[in-house]
């Protein structure tokens, strides 16, 4: 049973790019998170999806980033013209069932690097 | 102020002495999440608790709920165990984890 993927694992872009970052959740869940990591700080929640839902994106910027979670396919995080300030190390996580109690399974992340 | 404050930040051990992370958080929480962040980066859930204590292995996770503090032992540490401990609160209300900057550990052979 492979972990959960992330992809890719280094991204570089020109500010005013966009970055999309890719997240297949373990087989059988059904639930994804999103996590950013800036240098030298801790994580930071993001967006939390079920599938074709969105269930708290209060952690997300109102501007220039989205998430979805289709019935088919990974987990998208995308982020319109990016700035330097979006370097940052992405965590996805995915969990079985609904319920933040239930553990969480963590990719290896994706790190951006905005030039 | 942050939500969730580890102790130490950074911490030095000997290969084989007994190692404690301090975790304190402010909100009333449901649950407590420890992870590992390797050095390259990748994050491992360790341990998720709501009570009590828990044992895997070497490492052994209690939660005070009242006290509103978290502590990880790691007993006979292992310069394998050198790593970023992070501890991630889950409030009674909310969808979210409010993590700690995490304890940087470093095992000297």
């Known amino acids: 049973n492979a972990g959960v993927m992330q992809n890719p694992r280094h991204l570089v872009r020109r500010r005013g790019q966009e970055a999309r970052l890719r997240c297949s959740p373990m087989?059988?869940?059904?639930?994804v998170y999103w996590y950013r990591q800036l240098p030298e700080e801790g994580l930071k929640f993001m967006v939390y999806?079920?599938?074709?839902?969105?269930?708290?994106e209060s952690g997300m910027p109102k501007e220039r980033f989205s998430a979805e979670f289709p019935k088919e396919g990974p987990s998208i995080l995308r982020i319109q013209q990016v700035v330097r300030g979006d370097s940052a190390a992405y965590f996805c996580?995915?969990?079985?069932?609904?319920?933040?109690?239930?553990?969480?399974?963590f990719g290896p992340g994706t790190r951006l690097l905005v030039l | 102020k942050n939500e969730v404050e580890q102790s130490p930040q950074n911490l030095t051990a000997q290969e084989g002495e007994f190692i404690t992370i301090n975790c304190s958080y402010s909100?009333?929480?449901?649950?407590l999440h420890w992870l590992q962040q390797h050095p390259g980066g990748g994050i491992v859930s360790l341990f998720m608790?709501?009570?009590g204590k828990k044992k895997h292995g070497r490492l052994i996770a209690t939660i005070n709920i009242q006290e509103k503090h978290s502590s990880l032992h790691i007993t006979a540490s292992h310069p394998r165990d050198s790593a970023v401990y992070i501890c991630?609160?889950?409030?009674?209300?909310?969808?979210?984890?409010?993590f700690g900057t995490g304890t940087s550990l470093t095992v000297i052979p």
């Open positions: 909100v009333g929480i449901s649950a």
């Open positions: 996580a995915s969990s079985p069932r609904l319920g933040l109690q239930e553990t969480q399974y």
């Open positions: 087989k059988g869940h059904s639930h």
């Open positions: 608790l709501s009570s």
């Open positions: 999806l079920q599938k074709e839902n969105i269930i708290d």
């Open positions: 991630a609160a889950l409030p009674n209300t909310g969808n979210q984890f409010y």
